[in-house]
């Protein structure tokens, strides 16, 4: 108890609880902003950590971190275009919502999602982070083969009617990843010579222009077929689409509950994301609904289950950060800079010599926490007002931010024509009814699942056997074939239903 | 055009990409001496995975053709492709035009014509966007994300 009331007192100070909220709105911002990430801007505020109190300088990080989790659902709901990879998932039903006029129900219930999320995950960080750690630890490659695996079935869950278009898309996200240089013997495959193309394909480019351009070419072309100017979204005149009801609550907090405990598991595990996270979730809640054909045509379930996720790994990313100094990400990697550079050494012996400072840290996540709430809140109407804005002002701002950022984010103009060329492939997809977040996910995880297979046939000398030996790889091997086996047989029977 | 149409044009010319990119895939991945998995075991197995998903679809669409399946409902029309086009043409000319003509002309021209491209006639309204967003861009990314944007070579 003492320690709490020492921690509370570190905290609570007015210059943390100042830099909380500079952290949360520049997060809220950037993440919003398509091309701007969070890595980006947790890496840009760094220098600023160095002058300030380790505790100050963390609480600023976390809430960039946070902040900018949350803000890339805002452009999804609105505009179809995710400003972070995670909101990709948001995007399916948010964007369908907001179409139907109901852009301030999904953008509230983003909001609850992405709390409750973060919430429970700092709480199992505080309470569950050694054990959590523990489990993390055993995943060697052939777990990350199977869990990939597993993930890559997301495809056939999201895919629906059109699967094999799905599966398309998601082979073609595998492919488009193994451009530049093999990740295990350095050999550069499928470049055709050209020398930016060794470094591989970025994955800015792909998230902005298949999500971003090729959403701005399929609204100039409505601009022709109408030739008038007409605002992108019309708000509904009931009261009841734009609030979350307790019935709608309800029926939302299953899928936040499991998104949150798949945020909160995969966030623990490094290297994974929250783009994963969020994926895996929506195609957990699909699977669990009632009512799975209103995925991806505006299910507020969609919408909890991808923000509880991926804003669920924002606590747990920090277990093996802290607990055994191993940073899961960009992110966290940026984080322990600012640790190590005020002489804090991550690991088992934090906890036991710096005591204080941890209990301090852990108030100050939850702090964040409810900030970030009361933020939210406050800029809601800022943000539904921005569907008051036309089209002609929206979208050319949209293209001008697209490619400030890939060139920011990239440094490279060769890049900025990658992005366009991903956003002419992503309007040629939607022309033809291929939907585009298979790709994505085929793009995040093919890498992850490449290397975790030639690692794991290196270590068990070309034996298969590998992945059914191991228990926690076992049962992932074994929930993927279920997985695969309940979409074959939907598949089987839609196609016999008279 | 029906979905099952579209799925047999789509199927039809990813069979006859996944099928040439099978061929082409040894010259662009450099063989190693490696007994496991080589660098080209993934793109090769991924080419063989779409060619086989391009020829499902492409039946798939050939047997439901006369049908709408669902999966999209995107029209195509030719005087939307002429803009879609043109918007491209734009883009390109405005990256390629950053670093000559500087981020504040380039981005404020380019509002000018993605503006009219996307129906909009109060010029009122554009001549403001184009007058305070660029500026306001590139102060942003100045100052918070410490990035100097291009002032452009053509003015020094």
Redesign the interface.
């Known amino acids: 108890m003492d320690q709490i009331f020492v921690g509370l007192d570190q905290i609570l100070t007015v210059q943390n609880i100042l830099l909380m909220i500079v952290g949360l709105i520049?997060g809220i911002v950037?993440g919003a902003i398509p091309g701007?990430n969070v890595p980006?801007?947790v890496a840009?505020a760094l220098p600023f950590t160095f002058k300030l109190a380790p505790l100050a300088g963390l609480s600023m990080l976390i809430g960039i971190y946070k902040g900018g989790t949350y803000g890339g659902s805002i452009a999804a709901i609105l505009i179809n275009v995710p400003g972070t990879p995670a909101a990709a998932a948001t995007a399916m039903d948010g964007n369908a919502l907001a179409r139907q006029g109901k852009a301030g129900k999904a953008l509230k219930l983003s909001i609850y999602a992405s709390i409750f999320g973060e919430l429970v995950s700092d709480i199992v960080l505080i309470v569950a982070a050694s054990q959590i750690a523990r489990i993390a630890l055993t995943f060697g490659p052939p777990e990350f083969f199977a869990l990939g695996l597993f993930a890559l079935t997301i495809i056939g869950l999201i895919s629906?009617?059109?699967l094999?278009?799905g599966?398309?898309a998601g082979?073609?996200g595998?492919?488009l990843s193994?451009v530049g240089l093999?990740p295990?013997?350095g050999?550069?495959?499928?470049?055709?010579g050209i020398y930016e193309l060794t470094g591989g394909l970025k994955f800015i480019a792909l998230i902005i222009g298949a999500f971003a351009?090729s959403e701005?070419?399929?609204?100039?072309?409505?601009?022709?077929?109408?030739?008038?100017?007409?605002n992108v979204l019309e708000i509904s005149k009931d009261p009841e689409d734009n609030r979350v009801s307790a019935a709608d609550f309800k029926k939302v907090f299953p899928s936040m509950l499991r998104g949150t405990g798949l945020g909160v598991f995969i966030g623990a595990i490094p290297g994974i994301g929250a783009a994963i996270a969020a994926f895996l979730s929506y195609g957990v809640a699909k699977k669990f609904s009632n009512e799975p054909e209103k995925f991806g045509n505006g299910a507020i379930e969609g919408v909890a289950a991808s923000e509880s996720a991926n804003n669920a790994v924002t606590g747990s990313t920090l277990i093996p950060l802290l607990t055994l100094g191993i940073p899961g990400d960009v992110i966290t990697a940026i984080m322990l800079g600012a640790l190590t550079v005020h002489g804090l050494i991550p690991g088992p012996t934090l906890f036991q010599e710096q005591g204080d400072f941890i209990t301090a840290l852990f108030i100050g996540m939850l702090i964040v926490t409810l900030l970030h709430f009361v933020i939210a809140m406050i800029g809601l109407p800022l943000f539904i007002r921005a569907v008051r804005v036309?089209?002609?002002?929206l979208?050319?701002?949209v293209?001008?931010?697209c490619?400030?950022g890939t060139?920011?984010a990239t440094g490279s103009?060769f890049d900025?024509?990658v992005m366009?060329g991903f956003?002419?492939l992503g309007?040629v997809m939607?022309?033809?009814?291929?939907p585009i977040a298979p790709m994505l996910i085929g793009f995040i995880l093919?890498p992850l699942v490449?290397v975790a297979?030639?690692q794991s046939?290196?270590i068990s000398d070309?034996s298969f056997t590998v992945f059914f030996t191991r228990p926690v790889a076992a049962v992932f091997m074994v929930l993927t074939c279920v997985v695969v086996v309940s979409v074959a047989w939907q598949r089987f029977k839609e196609l016999n239903r008279p | 055009m029906t979905?099952g149409v579209?799925?047999v044009?789509?199927g039809g010319v990813?069979l006859v990409l996944s099928i040439a990119l099978f061929f082409v895939?040894p010259g662009?991945?450099?063989?190693?001496v490696?007994?496991?998995?080589t660098?080209?075991?993934?793109?090769t197995t991924?080419?063989v995975?779409?060619a086989a998903?391009?020829a499902?679809?492409l039946v798939?669409g050939l047997r439901s053709r006369a049908q709408e399946?669902?999966?999209?409902n995107?029209t195509?029309?030719s005087?939307?492709?002429?803009?879609?086009a043109v918007?491209?043409g734009v883009?390109?000319a405005?990256?390629?035009a950053?670093?000559w003509l500087g981020?504040i002309p380039a981005?404020a021209a380019?509002?000018l014509g993605?503006?009219t491209?996307?129906?909009?006639?109060?010029w009122k309204?554009?001549v403001i966007?184009m007058v305070i967003?660029p500026p306001v861009?590139m102060v942003f990314?100045r100052y918070?994300?410490?990035?100097l944007?291009p002032e452009g070579k053509l003015f020094g």
């Open positions: 520049i950037i701007l980006l801007a840009l629906g009617a059109g094999t278009r599966l398309i082979a073609l595998i492919l193994t093999d295990i013997e050999e550069v495959r499928l470049a055709f351009i701005a070419l399929v609204q100039v072309e409505k601009s022709a077929a109408r030739n008038v100017e007409f036309p089209r002609g002002v979208f050319p701002l293209i001008v931010l490619v400030t060139m920011v103009t900025v024509f366009l956003g002419v309007y939607v022309k033809f009814g291929f093919g490449e297979l030639r046939m290196i070309d | 979905q579209r799925d044009y789509s990813l895939i662009q991945v450099e063989t190693t490696s007994d496991t998995l660098p080209a075991f993934v793109p991924i080419t995975l779409i998903l391009s499902v679809l798939q399946t669902g999966g999209g995107e195509i029309t005087g939307g492709l002429g803009y879609v918007t491209i883009i390109i405005y990256a390629a950053i670093p981020y981005t380019v509002l993605l503006a491209l996307y129906g909009n006639r109060n309204q554009i966007i967003a861009i990314f918070t994300m410490l990035v944007l």
